[in-house]
Every structure is written in structure tokens, then in C-alpha cells.
Nanobody, 118 residues
Framework: QVQLVESGGGLVQPGGSLSLSCTASGFSFSGYPMRWYRQAPRKERELVALISGTGGYKNYADSVKGRFTISRDNAKNTVYLQMNSLKPEDTAVYYC???????????WGQGTQVAVSS
């Protein structure tokens, strides 16, 4: 079955950096776009970044453009989110996601907590 396992969250000071990883299994990873979402307390889950199956197309939420970078290594079935210049408002649980359009099913990881605080 499809599994998405995130890692790399933690506590960082404002202006710092963190790198998140999401390792996938159970599907043809290179054939699927991958997404990072986040959900802050008392807020809706929001799309942070998207990368195509080949990695040739990337898109970002306006709030993270220029600070976050999404990438993938299809040989390792892993998608990454490099987060620089972190702000307190980046504090959230970050989720890895993929969507199977044939089955109309969203798949989610368990989430990893990112906290930005001095």
C-alpha cells in the first residue's frame, strides 16, 4: 500500500533553516507529482509547494517563494523541502502528499512538526 513517511522537523530560531524529507513506497514514485502542505493551529491546511514527476515543474505558495525549495530524487523515492529564512508564521505540521487521479484518492504522510521560535 501507499506509504509516505516524513522526517526532519524540529525547533529552529527565526532566520534559521530546516530540511524536510518524505520517503514514498507502494506506487510508481516518478510518475506522480508530489506536494508539501502545512497546517498551523486553528488554520486550514494549505499547499506550500508542488513538484512534477520529473522535477521539471515546481510551484510555491506566495508566502514561501524565495525561501523554500522543493526537490525530489526519484532513485530514492524521496521528496524534499528545504526551508530557509524561517519565520514564526511558518510554524505548522508539514505533510507530504500525492494524489491518484484514477482512484481519486489523496495520500498523506503522518506529518512532521516545524516550530520557529526564539
Amino acid at each position: 500500500q501507499v506509504q509516505l513517511v516524513e522526517s526532519g522537523g524540529g525547533l529552529v530560531q527565526p532566520g534559521g533553516s530546516l530540511s524536510l524529507s518524505c520517503t514514498a513506497s507502494g506506487f510508481s514514485f516518478s510518475g506522480y507529482p508530489m506536494r508539501w502542505y502545512r497546517q498551523a493551529p486553528r488554520k486550514e491546511r494549505e499547499l506550500v509547494a508542488l513538484i512534477s514527476g520529473t522535477g521539471g515543474y515546481k510551484n510555491y505558495a506566495d508566502s514561501v517563494k524565495g525561501r523554500f525549495t522543493i526537490s525530489r530524487d526519484n532513485a530514492k523515492n524521496t521528496v524534499y523541502l528545504q526551508m530557509n529564512s524561517l519565520k514564526p508564521e511558518d510554524t505548522a505540521v508539514y505533510y507530504c502528499n500525492t494524489y491518484n487521479s484514477v482512484l481519486s484518492v489523496n495520500y498523506w504522510g503522518q506529518g512532521t512538526q516545524v516550530a520557529v521560535s526564539s
